[in-house]
């Protein structure tokens, strides 16, 4: 069983926001989504999770109900406590006997201890971990999960990616926008997107395998407008180089190259 979207095109008055995307969200699986501010990340998460876009082009979705959502920096009522979150989306859903699981989530992500604390009084990350547990609540075919660990301290991060990972060993299909492309490598598939469009898309293995070009480790960049920093050093494009199989090349690097080549740099 699979989710997902085939040759989305989506337009806001002139702007285009997507055009010809598709993915596809296997059962059990985590597929993220990469690109920078404008890449369409958000239109297409949206969409995903039912909410209210025109487009052209196919869906194939869960039943109603059937969907988590996590949208970007929300997903909680601030006016509401931890234990009332709860059981809002409870009441949203229609769902019995969910206090356990309820119980259970909170516990994962460390918030077994704040039933009464007003979501607006939680940490950046808490409140995300909040979220999703919101999302995982009522057991759903399809989690959509937008930028869920953007500006969270790294304790937060993992306890995320440990309820990410839990809802796919549990059958279901998880996809996630991320900025962070260590996040990514850890997904089954990757689609990276610039300006609405599909720069590249498979797993992390098979988008860097394709990269044009090789990547190298330098202390000064030879070529400044195919060069980037990385902590101390540099890391230089050559699009003519030939690939080196002992080469470490991270979906960081292919990510960087593939919106140079489409801003047209290395013809």
């Not at 997904?187 to 498979?202: D, I, K, Y």
């Amino acid at each position: 069983m699979s989710w997902g979207a085939t040759d989305l095109q989506v337009r806001f008055g002139k702007t285009v926001a997507l055009d010809g995307v598709s993915i596809e969200i296997r059962a059990g699986s985590v597929h993220a989504v990469v690109g920078g501010d404008g890449a369409g990340k958000t239109t297409l998460l949206r969409i995903l999770a039912g909410v209210g876009i025109q487009f052209d082009g196919r869906v194939r979705l869960p039943a109603p109900g059937r969907t988590g959502y996590v949208p970007p920096a929300g997903g909680v009522f601030g006016d509401l406590s931890v234990a009332e979150n709860m059981e809002f989306i409870a009441d949203a859903y229609r769902l019995s006997s969910w206090r356990a699981r309820g119980e259970e989530l909170l516990t994962r992500v460390g918030l077994e201890d704040y039933p009464d604390r007003l979501a607006a009084q939680l940490s950046g990350g808490q409140r995300r971990k909040l979220a999703g547990s919101m999302a995982l609540l009522p057991e759903p075919e399809l989690l959509v999960l937008d930028e869920v660990t953007t500006g969270v301290d790294p304790v937060s991060r993992m306890d995320l990616w440990r309820l990410v990972a839990g809802a796919a060993a549990g059958g279901a299909g998880v996809v996630v926008a991320t900025s962070y492309l260590d996040e990514a490598e850890r997904a089954e598939s990757v689609l990276l997107l610039h300006e609405g469009r599909t720069l590249a898309s498979g797993t992390p293995a098979e988008i860097i395998a394709g990269m044009r070009g090789s990547v190298s480790d330098v202390s000064e960049p030879r070529e400044a407008a195919t060069a980037w920093r990385k902590g101390r050093r540099w890391r230089q494009w050559n699009p003519d180089g030939r690939a080196d199989s002992d080469r470490h090349v991270a979906l960081e690097d292919v990510a960087i190259v593939a919106e140079l080549m489409a801003e047209g740099v290395g013809r």
